[in-house]
């Protein structure tokens, strides 16, 4: 692998280490939904985002428009989306059918406790809140792939004026 390469996939990981250094004491990006056409909305929108990813994924293997690595990052960000999407939306259904004392709550996201009896439904539910471990990875292949978008479209660019002088 050349240097430019290695350097270029370094650097997002570089970014999650740094912002894992500087986590904040408490996650504020909670949203609760009114019941009950807040998460009727939200999870439409669940499936709405789900149903573009697997037709834009469809779409970009049937008739490929380009190659390299900016395309097979934006395809792996599309598939983790996917993955984000179906993991979310089954957490949602479950946290409506799960009783009020299911999950031991506490401001620290780690001292949270799946109480028993431990269910295949609560088991699933708790795994599943771990939705970061699919998004994360998203955002990354999806920055990837735009810079990798970027550089690409510049080299064309940077080509085309050079054989604008050589003339």
């Known amino acids: 692998m050349s240097e430019d390469k290695t350097k270029g996939l370094l650097q997002p990981a570089f970014l999650i280490l740094v912002f894992a250094a500087l986590l904040p004491q408490e996650a504020a990006a909670v949203q609760v939904h009114g019941a009950p056409e807040g998460l009727y909305v939200h999870n439409m929108a669940h499936i709405f985002f789900s149903a573009a990813l697997i037709f834009m994924l469809y779409i970009l293997q049937k008739h490929p428009i380009g190659t390299g690595p900016a395309w097979l990052y934006l395809k792996l960000s ?4 996917l993955l984000w999407n179906i993991d979310t939306l089954t957490v949602h259904i ?3 059918q799960l009783p009020a004392g299911a999950i031991r709550p506490s401001p620290d996201i780690w001292h949270q406790r799946l109480m028993p009896p431990i269910t295949l439904k609560r088991w699933i539910y708790y795994i599943g809140t771990f939705d970061h471990v699919l998004c994360v990875p ?4 999806m920055v990837m792939s735009l810079k990798q978008f970027c ?3 510049e080299k064309r660019r940077l080509e085309r004026s050079n054989k604008v002088i050589d003339r």
């Open 78 to 81: 599309f598939v983790f989306f």
């Open 94 to 96: 479950l946290s409506t």
């Open 138 to 141: 998203a955002i990354v292949f």
């Open 151 to 153: 550089h690409d479209t």
